[in-house]
C-alpha cells in the first residue's frame, strides 16, 4: 500500500539540518527533473518577478529567500517540515515506533519540487505550488507527467494506491490506467441537517485522521473495498462508489 497526501502550503521551516540532497531522497528516478525544476526555482527566486510567479504577496519575502537559497538553508523530514490541518490530525510525532516505521513505509507526500517525498526525506521550507509556471521550464506539472505515473506503478506494484492528492497534484501525475482499479480516491463529505457539502477544513482534517487511524491499528488493506471495509471497522462512515470513497462526518468529527 502506498498512501499519497497532498502537501501543505504552509511549512515549518527547520533551525539547523542537513542542506539539500536531491540524490538522497527517496525515489531516485525523479531526481533529474528535481534538479531541474529546483536550479529553476532558483533562478526565479533571484529575480524582481520571484513573488509573482510564485504567487506570494509582499510580506512573504522570507519564502522567496528560502527559495534562493534552496541549496544552502537547513532540512528536516518532510513530515516535520509540512505542517496544516492535515499533517496536525496525522501529528506523526506523537505515533509510536510501529506506527512510525509504517509511515516511513507506506506515506508519501505529492510536491511540485520533488514529484514525491517520503515523510522521512529531509527538505527545506520551500514554496513552490503545483499550477506555476517557471521561466524557461514551463508549467511543473509538465515535468511531472512523463515520470511520475511510472513511478506510482512501480512502487505500488501489485499492491493498493490510496491518493488523497488534491487536483494540482494529482494533475502532476495520475496512475496509469493499469493501477486505476487499485487507486482509492477519497471524497469527505459534512453532513449537517441533511444536507452534505465538502468543506475544506473537515475534508483536510478527516484525511489526517483517517490516514493515522490506519498507521495506529496496523491495518494493511490491499484492495479498494479491503480499505472501506477497513475504515468502517475503525467508525468511519464509508460510502462506496467504484473506486471512489466517500467518509461522512458529522459535527466536529
Known amino acids: 500500500m502506498l498512501i499519497v497526501l497532498p502537501p501543505s502550503e504552509g511549512k515549518t521551516a527547520p533551525s539547523d539540518g542537513p542542506v539539500l540532497d536531491l540524490a538522497a531522497l527517496s525515489f531516485p528516478r525523479l531526481t ?15 529575480t524582481r518577478r520571484a513573488a509573482e510567479v510564485l504567487g ?11 527559495d534562493a537559497r534552496l541549496f544552502e538553508v ?3 523530514p518532510a ?33 511540485a519540487l520533488f514529484g514525491l517525498v517520503r515523510v522521512s526525506d529531509p527538505i527545506p521550507a520551500y514554496r513552490l505550488s503545483g499550477t506555476v509556471t517557471l521561466p524557461r521550464l514551463g ?15 512501480d512502487e505500488v506494484a501489485d499492491g493498493l494506491l490510496v491518493d488523497l492528492r488534491s487536483g494540482a497534484y494529482v494533475n502532476l501525475g495520475k496512475p496509469s490506467a493499469g493501477l486505476a482499479p ?18 475544506s477544513h473537515f475534508n483536510k ?8 487511524a490506519l498507521l495506529t491499528e496496523g491495518a494493511s488493506p490491499a484492495s479498494v473495498d ?22 461522512v462526518t458529522t459535527g466536529a468529527h
Open 182 to 199: 487499485r487507486t482509492a480516491t477519497v471524497r469527505v463529505l459534512h453532513e449537517q441537517d441533511g444536507r452534505r457539502s465538502v468543506v
Open 56 to 66: 506570494l504577496g509582499p510580506t512573504q519575502a522570507d519564502a522567496v529567500e528560502t
Open 79 to 111: 513530515g516535520e517540515v509540512y505542517t496544516g490541518v492535515l499533517f496536525g490530525e496525522l501529528d506523526l510525532a506523537t505515533l509510536d515506533d510501529a506506527a512510525t516505521a509504517r509511515a516511513e513505509r507506506t506515506v508519501a507526500v505529492a510536491s
Open 74 to 76: 537547513p532540512c528536516a
Open 226 to 247: 479491503e480499505l472501506a471495509t477497513a475504515w468502517r471497522d475503525l467508525g468511519w462512515t464509508v460510502e462506496q462508489d467504484g473506486t471512489r470513497l466517500d467518509v
Open 139 to 153: 508549467p511543473v506539472a509538465g515535468r511531472w507527467r512523463p515520470v511520475l505515473p511510472q513511478v506510482l506503478d
Open 205 to 212: 482534517a478527516t484525511k489526517g485522521r483517517l490516514v493515522r
Open 32 to 46: 533529474q527533473v528535481r534538479d531541474q525544476v529546483s536550479r529553476a526555482l532558483v533562478r526565479l527566486a533571484g
